[in-house]
């Protein structure tokens, strides 16, 4: 399945770790099989994948399933996040397979969380983290300039012809963003946010620094709004488990 490579995705603020993590998984891996192998053939073990459009249809597309800082999140739009944290893990279940090494989503990730706890509480930190960014610029008065508004639009009419060919509509680009899980409503939310970290970096700190200085100070200062985002699940919603859907 082809991605949206056009949206460049914000650095992470707090999941660097989950990839430190895997990279070390993988390296770990690699290291261990080579170590083994003059002694034991390597047998790949093969990966039972989640059934991503059984899950999807766990819920109602439109269902409310949270609110972060009082804003209504519907379940396409959690499952976006949800969704890309599961294919994050099963990368690293791909990866160990190949070198003979069986994970499942009953193993641990780390002491006292089992990995199919880490994309929900993965996708929980990518939604306050938007939250974050969106606070910032409230509290400090940053707005978005009509040019950029407009580069934005431009942004979504490239990406439409892109992925649906020449003359293509908003409607098709929904149509294609769908198949990835990605509703038109997070696409719209990361284009702008990301437009909105960048003005942030310009306008609170000067833009973007060679030693990385200016990006540090920025990120500190939505560390400090994220620790006043408040997530909640919806009363009576309740998150299905990966595990239900593995097959």
Known sequence: MKKIVSLVL????????????????????????????DEAEIIPVEVALVDREALLASHAPDEVVATVDGKEIR???????????????????????????????????????LFSEVPPVNAEGSI??????????????????????????AQT???????????????QLEAYLAEIYLPLSVYRQMLRTNALYRQELSDLFGGASDDGSNEAALSAALQECLREVQFAYADGFSLPDIRDYVG
């Open 75 to 113: 379940w396409d739009e959690y499952y976006y996040f949800y969704s890309s944290f599961i294919e994050e893990v099963e990368h690293i279940f791909t990866y160990f397979g190949a070198y003979g090494y069986s994970l499942t989503w009953e193993d641990e990730y780390e002491e006292g969380m």
């Open 128 to 153: 306050c983290q938007y939250t974050a960014i969106e606070a910032l610029a409230q509290e400090k008065g940053i707005t978005l300039s009509e040019e950029t508004e407009e580069e934005l639009r």
């Open 157 to 171: 009419a490239a990406d439409a012809e892109r992925y649906c060919g020449e003359g293509a509509t908003e409607e």
């Open 10 to 37: 914000l650095i992470c603020l707090l999941f660097t770790g989950f990839i430190s993590y895997r990279q070390v998984l993988a390296v770990k891996a690699e290291r261990e099989a080579a170590a083994s192998s």
